[in-house]
């Protein structure tokens, strides 16, 4: 039982995760599939017509036939004129969807009840069985959804029909809509589990193995994407660390407590500064971090502190051997400023910082 709440808080897990990260894939794809469906629909309404007439002669066309051509005419242009627009709003999206789902199942019943209350219904079992695929929903939308066409249908049933087929009709919806519940289940929960997969992949394809920090490819990626759309008037620093006498550890102590030591600082930096600045590591034992909206040129020097005093906590296999690191920053109040400039401004002054002894900070502004 309690393996089995585990499992059904994972998926809902899963589920948040996947409606929380990928809402303008999730938007973009429904209006992707709303326009694929009304094109289907209609296709599918001209088929069914002409195989109609002539396999059986005494058919008659309806008006509600008209009314599912109209609906889906409507909603394509609907969705290709917002996906024209890179509309966003996922909860608006999904809505549009509920609805188109709503209207085309209100003609079907309608097809399918009162203009032949003798026989029993066919196609409203179908449309549950379905519904689950037509859209990348959550489930509470999709039940919802489902549940209102089946109070729609029962309303519908009791005002034409007989007790006999209105029983069976009644079960035969039931099941299809118990069996299209359980697909949408299953559907949504290989959707959410494809989607978290990607997630785990980009993340360990972003990330340093060793450090959990940004790599240095994606550090500097994203490092450069920030300066070339930063908002006039706001301020960022670049820094440099570089930790001291990093061989000797690796040589007194091995490779595996320079390593050791590496996951530690990595760890201090992720609680030193903020989520969004942008920490990576640039290779060995040197990180690079901006800092984003930097508006006291004092923080870098605060942030130093910091960092200097949990490097000095540390302890290697409770020998005292100290560990500190010497940092090259520097303050870009310029707009249009290039990353190759800023680091080798940092990078000066890294290098000042190891001249000076050591274990402290050099900090530069570039005006």
Request: aromatic share 10%.
């Amino acid at each position: 039982m309690n393996k089995m709440l585990c499992v059904l808080r994972e998926n809902k897990e899963i589920r948040r995760k996947y409606f929380s990260t990928a809402k303008e894939e999730i938007s973009n794809t429904n209006l992707q599939l709303l326009i694929w469906i009304c094109i289907f629909t209609i296709v599918i309404e001209i088929t069914l017509l002409i195989f109609a007439k002539i396999l059986l002669p005494t058919w008659v066309l309806k008006q509600e036939h008209f009314q599912v051509a109209i609906i889906n005419v409507g909603f394509i242009f609907l969705a290709t004129k917002l996906k024209s627009i890179h509309y966003k709003n996922d909860k608006m999206v999904a809505n549009i969807c509920m609805v188109y789902m709503l209207l085309i199942a209100t003609c079907i019943i309608k097809i399918d009840v009162f203009y032949e209350p003798e026989t029993l219904s066919s196609f409203i079992p179908l449309l549950f069985v379905v519904t689950p695929a037509a859209f990348v929903l959550s489930l509470f939308r999709i039940y919802l959804t489902m549940i209102l066409v089946e109070v729609e249908y029962i309303i519908a049933l009791f005002m034409v029909k007989d007790s006999v087929l209105i029983s069976a009709d009644i079960f035969y919806s039931l099941a299809g809509l118990s069996f299209g519940m359980l697909v949408t289940a299953i559907i949504l929960r290989l959707r959410c589990k494809d989607n978290y997969d990607k997630l785990t992949y980009r993340r360990l394809s972003m990330t340093d193995s060793l450090t959990g920090v940004l790599n240095k490819s994606t550090a500097l990626t994203q490092i450069g994407r920030y300066l070339l759309t930063r908002i006039d008037n706001t301020h960022c620093a670049l820094l440099i660390i570089d930790l001291d006498n990093f061989k000797k550890v690796n040589d007194k102590y091995g490779h595996q407590v320079g390593d050791r030591l590496l996951n530690q600082v990595g760890e201090i930096l992720h609680e030193a500064f903020r989520g969004n600045d942008i920490v990576g590591r640039f290779g060995g034992d040197e990180f690079v971090v901006l800092m984003k909206n930097v508006f006291d040129d004092e923080i870098i020097e605060r942030k130093c502190e910091e960092i200097l005093k949990l490097l000095e906590s540390l302890t290697l296999d409770e020998e005292n051997f100290k560990i500190s690191c010497s940092m090259g920053a520097v303050i870009a109040k310029k707009k249009n400023e290039s990353l190759e400039r800023l680091f080798k401004i940092a990078d000066d002054a890294l290098y000042e910082a190891k001249a000076m002894g050591k274990n402290g900070l050099v900090k530069k502004i570039d005006k």
